[in-house]
Nanobody
Framework: QVQVVESGGGLVQPGGSLRLSCAVS????????LSWYRQSPGKERELVAS???????????NYGDAVKGRFFISRDNSKNMVDLQMNFLQPEDTAVYYC?????????WGQGTPVTVSS
């Protein structure tokens, strides 16, 4: 059984930082493409960042335009975890953040962790 569990969300002031973590179990983590998405009320879910694995041509990280230069995704294959470091947060970054693990043809989502950026 695959489990994807996010943590680290919360309330942060504009200009602040937050680090989200995602623990994945039940699949071959080292050969999975990992992504963070977010969804705000009334908006579609959007890609925040993704990271591939060594044999996958997309090992290089990929970021949504809205977060380039502020957010950074990283993975630790020894711990089966993927993190999202978020810097210079703005109110428009307020959303529920979801972790997705894709292995071969299957994708698995977590329940999401809320992030609120407000003074």
């Amino acid at each position: 059984q695959v489990q994807v569990v996010e943590s680290g969300g919360g309330l942060v002031q504009p200009g602040g930082s937050l680090r989200l973590s995602c623990a994945v179990s039940g699949l071959t983590f080292s050969r999975s493409v990992l992504s963070w998405y977010r969804q705000s009320p009334g908006k579609e879910r959007e890609l925040v960042a993704s990271i591939g694995y060594i044999e996958h041509p997309a090992l290089a990280t990929n970021y949504g335009d809205a977060v380039k230069g502020r957010f950074f995704i990283s993975r630790d294959n020894s711990k089966n975890m993927v993190d999202l470091q978020m810097n210079f947060l703005q109110p428009e970054d307020t959303a529920v953040y979801y972790c997705k693990a894709r292995h071969e043809s299957s994708a698995y989502w977590g329940q999401g962790t809320p992030v609120t950026v407000s003074s």
